[in-house]
């Protein structure tokens, strides 16, 4: 297969080369990524060091376009990987590539491709460099779209799980989207009807199947997706179909019961509004037992079968992410949780120029609250132990032609046994983030922050001063500072340049042990002290 | 076997030719799905931005251009079409803050699976285009600096 694929790849890259010297239409994009970090010895915050004390992630990734046809590959290259990064990320591969054809109505895609069903709480592979994810499945798709009516794909493929395609876990799926206002005229809504089939297969040892685990499991979901006049709503049902789960508490000398068999299925229920400057969301949902692994045998960030981000606020002040919010799909380890229950309010006011509040350059506003729990026992949906809670209220203004003020307050609480005993730290945050432009391209800008906590390491408090010269300069020196506890500075300075599409970013400093986030999915980040250099490009 | 590779990665890059807006799937704010080739019409070029509910950079420069829209749009013709790069989860909060920033004037478009992102090659958010009238890429910028709206603006009246 893989062989096959990739003479394909290399006699169309070179037959299309040789069209392309006859002037065709066909073109090439690509991008490169290189992220390089020298580390140091750091006692106070017992900084981890790599052997050789450097690490390096890179990426080339280039796509070639001739009209209905495309075909791309993805070279990565760890030498070794950063620290934090999983552990199967390992050495240099040519990890990814793909042919597709695709006219208005067909898709055919074979080699490495990223999809998703509804929200991906079923089944979602993806690349997010940030957290060393690459689940691409390597096989084949067939899409068909029937007039704005009905779309339909099927795919199969093996899912890629470090630097390859995963040895003993296939998948094979169909999806269909059906839309009921197309098919009867109504022109002022959307109404649409989807539904998702996917079975997954892994082979499994003689301990597991003693246990009643079988080696292929069926998933289904079925989704709901309304709109009419600002008002939305989405509903989504997912069976996630039998998971294996280690039996923490195994009875000595009885066979079978190694592991747990568990029942996954998931709720997901989403309402909005816009409309008039106004932004409302509200979402709502459950989740047992649904965490969905590639392989059973592995315990990397990277081992993802789908997708659970976490539905609260997402911040992009280091202050405010000091405890993120780590979603509990389920789980046997430690302890026996079997999932959670929770739901997150979302509000953007725009107070309009010219009004009251708005003054004369408007204002706007951002409310969010969410609120998670474990679920009381297995089938429930009623809540037991608080694992997170968010309160944030952010206002923005442009205070003057020169000045605009960002101020964000921000209250979580954080259960840090993650629903193992009742117990949450309680933290208050203030932050105010203020632009200054001295000239059209000359400006500064200062984050000011203070984190208030009576548990924990208790108080902290940051500051950060950039000074931009657009559009190519920006440097930046900041602190972070533990002055309730540890007595630690957290401190970083750089600058980064930017010409067109390349840029190239340098910077020293101590970054502390924590998670890393994107997009509401995190991975555990040691603490480390060194130089970055970040280099990409594309083309 | 690698080495052919990279020989046939060399000759695929020796190829290049003006790189133009690709044909892939993305969505309206209504779940409508639209071919980004549509995107072009002909008549105006575009500013594309590619931003995320979690990219503040993003957020300040959709919100920089839309303060000097009124102006601009005075001056000459253009769209700007805003490219929400979040996932399924992060689509409805993504509209609510486009409501609630005000960017009626953008033509908002939503890339769940990131099949535009990928094809246009964005690797860091924000990153902005300037594509003319018939969908040629002229320009393009990673990351924002406070400023550097002004930059797109000088392309855009060039493309007039």
Known sequence: ?539 | MKKILFAAFALLISSVAMAQIPSVKVEDGKGKVINTAELVDGETPMIISFWAVTCKPCIRELDAINDLYPDWIEEANFRVVAVSTDDARFTAQARSLAEGHGWSDYTLVYDKNGDFKRAMNVQFTPQVYVVDKNGKIVYSHTGYTPGGEYELFEIIKSLQ
């Not at chain 1, 046809?69 to 990814?96: C, D, K, M, V």
């Not at chain 1, 054809?101 to 998703?116: E, L, M, N, R």
């Not at chain 1, 269909?176 to 959307?190: E, F, P, R, V």
């Not at chain 1, 816009?274 to 709502?284: D, N, P, R």
Request: one cysteine or more; a neutral charge; hydrophobic letters at 35%.
């Open chain 1, 1 to 539: 297969m893989r062989k096959v694929l990739l003479s394909l790849l290399i006699a169309s890259s070179v037959a299309t080369s040789l069209v392309a010297q006859n002037d065709t239409k066909g073109y090439v994009v690509g991008s490169f990524e290189s992220n390089s970090i020298v580390y140091v010895d750091d006692e106070v915050t017992q900084a981890q060091k790599p052997e050789g004390n450097f690490g390096t992630n890179n990426y080339l990734k280039a796509d070639y376009y001739l009209g209905n046809f495309s075909a791309g590959l993805q070279l990565e290259a760890y030498q070794p990987a950063l620290i934090g990064y999983p552990a199967n990320l390992e050495g240099a591969r040519l990890t990814n590539y793909y042919m597709q054809w695709s006219d208005g109505d067909f898709d055919v895609t074979a080699g490495t491709f990223y999809d998703q069903f509804g929200s991906g709480i079923l089944f979602r592979t993806y690349e997010d460099r940030t957290l060393g994810v690459n689940s691409a499945l390597m096989g084949a798709r067939v899409a068909y779209q029937y007039k704005n009516i009905a779309r339909i794909k099927a795919l199969w493929g093996a899912p890629r799980l470090g630097m390859e395609p995963a040895k003993n876990t296939q998948v094979r799926g169909v999806d269909a989207s059906l839309s009921l206002s197309n098919l009867l005229n109504m022109t002022d809504m959307t109404l649409a009807l989807e539904g998702s089939l996917l079975n997954r297969f892994e082979r499994v040892g003689a301990t597991a199947l003693e246990s009643g685990a079988k080696p292929s499991t069926m998933g289904y979901s079925a989704r709901l997706n309304f709109e009419k006049s600002g008002f939305g709503a989405k509903a989504e049902w997912v069976d996630g179909g039998e998971k294996m789960y280690n039996n923490p508490n195994p009875i000595p000398g009885v066979t079978g019961n190694d592991y747990l068999i568990k029942n996954s299925n998931a709720q997901l229920l989403e309402l909005s509004y816009s409309g008039g400057g106004l932004g409302v969301s509200l979402s709502a949902r459950r989740l047992e037992w649904m965490e969905s692994k590639i392989s059973n045998s592995s315990y990397e960030t990277n081992n993802a079968l789908n997708y659970l981000p976490a539905l609260c606020a997402q911040y992009s002040y280091a202050i405010t992410n000091l405890n993120p919010y780590i979603v509990q799909p389920g789980t046997t380890s430690g302890h026996i949780n079997s999932g959670e229950i929770g739901g997150q309010l979302d509000v953007y006011y725009n107070f309009k120029r010219g009004t009251a509040l708005g003054g004369k350059r408007g204002m706007k506003v951002n409310l969010n609250f969410s609120t998670y729990y474990t679920l009381k026992e297995e089938g429930s949906f009623v809540p037991k132990t608080l694992l997170w809670r968010n309160v944030n209220v952010g206002v923005e203004k442009q205070v003057s032609r020169k000045f605009k003020m960002q101020l964000l307050y921000s209250m979580q609480e954080y259960n840090h046994s993650h629903g193992v005993g009742k117990g949450t730290w309680l933290s208050n945050i203030v932050v105010a983030d203020l632009l200054y432009k001295y000239t059209p391209t000359f400006s500064t800008r200062m984050e000011l922050a203070y984190l208030t906590t009576f548990e924990d390491k208790k108080d902290w408090m940051s500051a950060l001063l950039e000074v931009n010269f657009a559009p190519s300069w920006s440097l930046f020196v900041s602190d972070m500072f533990n002055h309730g506890m540890t007595k630690v500075h957290y401190y970083n300075a750089g600058f980064s340049y930017t010409e067109g599409r390349t840029r190239v970013a340098l910077s020293y400093g101590r970054n502390r042990q924590g998670m890393v986030c994107s997009g509401g999915v995190c991975r555990l980040m040691p603490a480390y002290t060194g130089g970055n250099l970040t280099i990409s490009t594309s083309f």
